[in-house]
C-alpha cells in the first residue's frame, strides 16, 4: 500500500506530502545554482523508492550517486532536522544502479541510429529541416531495402550511397541534394569525435531493466552518470528525450494508478528546448502530455520556470519553487510571470518571498487528492535519509559488480546491418561486373566516350566501397593522431 510522501515542513508543523497517485501528473523543481534543487531531488527520489516507485535521474554534478550509501547525521542535518522535529527519522541507503552512455561510471547505455529515428538523430547533427527531410529518406531508403541501422557506420554507409545514387531514387523518394548529403557527412563526423560511436550500437537499453523493482521491494534509483555528457549539452539533452520517448512507445496505457511504474527527472531540463526545431517541440508536447497515461512521471529541474514552454509548464501540477535572482529589469519580470502560475496565498506575495528564500526553503504546491493545486506555501525541504554527495571509486565499482545488470551490456555486438549488408552487396556487384581477363587486359581498362554506362548495382558497389575506405582511413588517422598528441588510442 502506497503512503504520502513528506518532502517539506514547516517550522510548525504544517507538513507537505506528494502524493503517489498524483506523482503522474508531473512537477517541476525550479531555483538558482545552490538553493537545493539537488537535495530536493534526492529527498523525492528516496520516498518513491520507499513507495516501491522505480526512478530515472541524471547525475549532472556526480553528487546523487550519494543516494547508494547510507546518510550521516552532520551538523547542518542535525540543525534542520531539530528545526522541523523530525525526531524519528533515520539514515540509509538506497537500491541503486549506473548508467553511463561512455560506459565507465556505469553500465553503457546504447541505442540504434533506427531506434532514434530521423528526428533525434537531425537534431544530434545540428541539421536544418530540409537537411533533417533528407535524413528521413535515407531512413525510409534504409528500411525499404532491408538494411539495418544500429550504428554511425552503418548511418555513413547508407548516406553516402544515397547521395552517389540520388538520381536512381528522386522518383520514388524525392530529391536528395549533394549540400545536405554534404551537412548530414559533416553532422556524423562531428558526433563521432565526440563520442558518439561509443552510444550507438547493440545491446540497446531495455527500457524495462528500469521498472523491476528491487528484492526488497523498493523501486530502484537508476542513475545516469551525466558529469561529463553534460559538456555536450545537446547529445544530453537528445539522448535523455529519446530515453523518455523510449518510455512512451514501449509502455502500455494504464490510465490513472495507485503510484507511477516510473518517475522521470530531467535535470537541465532547459536544455532539451534552447534552439529546438518547431516540429521536434511539438513531439516533446505530445510525449509529456501523453506519457501520464503510461504511469509515467516527469519532473523538470532547472533554474527558472521561465525556461520550459508554457504548454509544457501548464503540466506540472506538483512544484517546489526554491529562491530566485531578480537582478535585473528581465530577471524581475520573470519572478512576477513565475508567480502567476501559482495558486496565490493572500498571507503574502509570492514575487516578494521568492528572492528571499534561504537555502533549502521553497515554496511548495502539491496536487491534492483530487487533483486541484495546493495553495502556495512557504517551506523547508526534509533533508535526505542518505548521503549528500559524492561516492569513492570503490563504492561504485561495489555497485556496479554486484548489480543484476553487470555482463548484460558491458560487451557491445556488432551484428550484420547496413554496413556488412553494403560490403557484401559491393563484393558481390564488383565480382559480377569483372569478367576473367587476361593480365594484359587488366592492366588497360576501357575508357573514353565509349565506354558503357555502369549499371545501377556498379554504382552503389563503387559508393560503398568509397564508403568503407573513407570510414577506415578515418579510423587509422585518428589512432595516428591520438598516438602523436598523447591521447589514448
Not at 101 to 109: D, L, R, Y
Not at 116 to 132: A, I, K, Y
Not at 404 to 429: N, P
Given at each position: 500500500?502506497s503512503?504520502p510522501?513528506?518532502?517539506?515542513k514547516?517550522?510548525?508543523?504544517t507538513?507537505?506530502?506528494?502524493?503517489?497517485?498524483m506523482?503522474n501528473?508531473?512537477g517541476?523543481?525550479?531555483?538558482?545554482?545552490?538553493?537545493?534543487?539537488?537535495?530536493?531531488l534526492q529527498?523525492?527520489?528516496e520516498?518513491?523508492?520507499?513507495?516501491g516507485?522505480?526512478?530515472?535521474?541524471?547525475?549532472v554534478?556526480?553528487?546523487?550517486?550519494?543516494?547508494?550509501?547510507q546518510?550521516?547525521?552532520?551538523?547542518?542535518?542535525?540543525e534542520?532536522?531539530?528545526?522541523?522535529?523530525?525526531?524519528g527519522?533515520?539514515f540509509?541507503?538506497?537500491?541503486a544502479a549506473f548508467?553511463?552512455?561512455?560506459?565507465?561510471?556505469g553500465h553503457?547505455v546504447?541505442?540504434?541510429?533506427s531506434?532514434?529515428?530521423?528526428?533525434?538523430?537531425?537534431?544530434l547533427?545540428?541539421?536544418?529541416?530540409?537537411q533533417?527531410?533528407v535524413l528521413?529518406?535515407?531512413?525510409?531508403?534504409?528500411?525499404?531495402n532491408g538494411y539495418?541501422l544500429?550504428?554511425?557506420k552503418?548511418?555513413?554507409?547508407m548516406?553516402?550511397f544515397?547521395?552517389?545514387?540520388?538520381a536512381?531514387?528522386?522518383?520514388?523518394?524525392?530529391?536528395?541534394?549533394?549540400?545536405?548529403?554534404?551537412?548530414?557527412?559533416?553532422?556524423?563526423l562531428?558526433?563521432?569525435?565526440?563520442?558518439?560511436e561509443?552510444?550507438?550500437?547493440?545491446?540497446?537499453l531495455?527500457?524495462?531493466d528500469?521498472?523491476?523493482?528491487?528484492?526488497?521491494g523498493?523501486?530502484?534509483?537508476?542513475i545516469?552518470?551525466?558529469?561529463?555528457?553534460?559538456?555536450?549539452?545537446?547529445?544530453?539533452?537528445t539522448?535523455?528525450?529519446?530515453?523518455?520517448?523510449?518510455?512512451?512507445?514501449r509502455l502500455?496505457?494504464?490510465?490513472?494508478?495507485?503510484?507511477?511504474?516510473?518517475?522521470?527527472?530531467f535535470d537541465?531540463?532547459?536544455?532539451?528546448?534552447?534552439?529546438?526545431p518547431?516540429?521536434l517541440?511539438?513531439?516533446?508536447?505530445?510525449?509529456?502530455?501523453?506519457v501520464?497515461?503510461?504511469?509515467?512521471g516527469?519532473?523538470?529541474?532547472?533554474?527558472n520556470?521561465?525556461?520550459?514552454?508554457?504548454?509544457v509548464?501548464a503540466q506540472?501540477?506538483?512544484?517546489?519553487?526554491?529562491?530566485?535572482?531578480?537582478?535585473?529589469p528581465?530577471?524581475?519580470?520573470?519572478v512576477?510571470?513565475?508567480?502567476?502560475?501559482?495558486?496565490v496565498?493572500p498571507g503574502?506575495?509570492i514575487?516578494?518571498?521568492?528572492?528571499?528564500?534561504a537555502?533549502?526553503e521553497?515554496?511548495?504546491?502539491?496536487?491534492?487528492?483530487?487533483g486541484?493545486?495546493?495553495?502556495?506555501?512557504?517551506?523547508?525541504?526534509?533533508?535526505?535519509?542518505?548521503?549528500?554527495g559524492t561516492i569513492t571509486?570503490?563504492?561504485?565499482?561495489?555497485?556496479?559488480?554486484?548489480?543484476i545488470?553487470?555482463?548484460?551490456?558491458?560487451t557491445?555486438?556488432?551484428?550484420?546491418?547496413?554496413?556488412?549488408?553494403?560490403?557484401k552487396?559491393?563484393e558481390?556487384?564488383?565480382?559480377a561486373?569483372?569478367p576473367?581477363?587476361?593480365?594484359q587486359e587488366?592492366?588497360?581498362?576501357?575508357?573514353?566516350?565509349?565506354r558503357p554506362r555502369?549499371?545501377?548495382?556498379q554504382?552503389?558497389?563503387?559508393s560503398?566501397?568509397?564508403?568503407?575506405?573513407?570510414?577506415l582511413?578515418r579510423?587509422?588517422?585518428?589512432?595516428v593522431l591520438g598516438?602523436?598528441?598523447g591521447?589514448?588510442?
Amino acid at each position: 500500500m502506497s503512503k504520502p510522501m513528506l518532502i517539506a515542513k514547516t517550522a510548525t508543523d504544517t507538513e507537505f506530502y506528494l502524493l503517489p497517485r498524483m506523482a503522474n501528473r508531473h512537477g517541476l523543481i525550479a531555483g538558482a545554482t545552490g538553493t537545493g534543487k539537488t537535495v530536493t531531488l534526492q529527498r523525492m527520489a528516496e520516498s518513491l523508492s520507499e513507495n516501491g516507485v522505480p526512478v530515472f535521474l541524471a547525475d549532472v554534478k556526480g553528487d546523487l550517486a550519494g543516494i547508494s550509501q547510507q546518510g550521516t547525521e552532520q551538523p547542518k542535518i542535525r540543525e534542520r532536522l531539530q528545526l522541523l522535529h523530525l525526531t524519528g527519522q533515520g539514515f540509509r541507503e538506497f537500491p541503486a544502479a549506473f548508467w553511463d552512455i561512455f560506459g565507465k561510471s556505469g553500465h553503457p547505455v546504447r541505442a540504434t541510429v533506427s531506434d532514434m529515428g530521423p528526428l533525434l538523430m537531425g537534431r544530434l547533427l545540428n541539421l536544418n529541416e530540409v537537411q533533417t527531410g533528407v535524413l528521413t529518406l535515407i531512413f525510409k531508403i534504409a528500411d525499404d531495402n532491408g538494411y539495418l541501422l544500429l550504428d554511425l557506420k552503418d548511418l555513413r554507409a547508407m548516406v553516402q550511397f544515397a547521395g552517389d545514387n540520388a538520381a536512381e531514387f528522386t522518383t520514388a523518394y524525392g530529391n536528395i541534394s549533394k549540400a545536405s548529403v554534404g551537412a548530414i557527412q559533416r553532422g556524423l563526423l562531428e558526433l563521432e569525435m565526440q563520442g558518439g560511436e561509443e552510444f550507438f550500437g547493440e545491446p540497446m537499453l531495455d527500457i524495462f531493466d528500469w521498472i523491476r523493482p528491487h528484492t526488497d521491494g523498493r523501486g530502484m534509483i537508476n542513475i545516469l552518470a551525466a558529469d561529463q555528457l553534460i559538456n555536450r549539452p545537446k547529445v544530453y539533452a537528445t539522448f535523455l528525450l529519446w530515453l523518455l520517448a523510449e518510455l512512451f512507445e514501449r509502455l502500455p496505457e494504464v490510465g490513472d494508478l495507485e503510484k507511477p511504474k516510473l518517475v522521470f527527472f530531467f535535470d537541465e531540463a532547459h536544455l532539451l528546448f534552447e534552439d529546438v526545431p518547431t516540429a521536434l517541440l511539438d513531439k516533446i508536447e505530445q510525449v509529456v502530455r501523453l506519457v501520464r497515461s503510461k504511469g509515467v512521471g516527469v519532473f523538470f529541474v532547472t533554474q527558472n520556470p521561465r525556461d520550459i514552454p508554457d504548454k509544457v509548464l501548464a503540466q506540472l501540477g506538483n512544484r517546489v519553487q526554491h529562491a530566485l535572482r531578480a537582478f535585473t529589469p528581465q530577471e524581475q519580470k520573470a519572478v512576477k510571470l513565475m508567480a502567476q502560475t501559482f495558486r496565490v496565498n493572500p498571507g503574502f506575495r509570492i514575487e516578494d518571498v521568492i528572492t528571499q528564500l534561504a537555502v533549502g526553503e521553497a515554496l511548495v504546491s502539491f496536487l491534492d487528492e483530487k487533483g486541484t493545486p495546493g495553495m502556495v506555501e512557504r517551506a523547508y525541504v526534509c533533508p535526505p535519509q542518505s548521503r549528500i554527495g559524492t561516492i569513492t571509486s570503490e563504492e561504485r565499482q561495489r555497485i556496479l559488480q554486484n548489480s543484476i545488470h553487470y555482463g548484460r551490456y558491458e560487451t557491445m555486438v556488432d551484428r550484420e546491418s547496413a554496413f556488412e549488408a553494403l560490403k557484401k552487396r559491393t563484393e558481390q556487384q564488383m565480382a559480377a561486373a569483372q569478367p576473367d581477363k587476361g593480365p594484359q587486359e587488366q592492366k588497360k581498362p576501357t575508357r573514353g566516350p565509349g565506354r558503357p554506362r555502369d549499371s545501377f548495382g556498379q554504382v552503389l558497389a563503387k559508393s560503398t566501397l568509397r564508403s568503407i575506405g573513407s570510414s577506415l582511413g578515418r579510423s587509422l588517422i585518428r589512432g595516428v593522431l591520438g598516438v602523436l598528441l598523447g591521447g589514448k588510442k
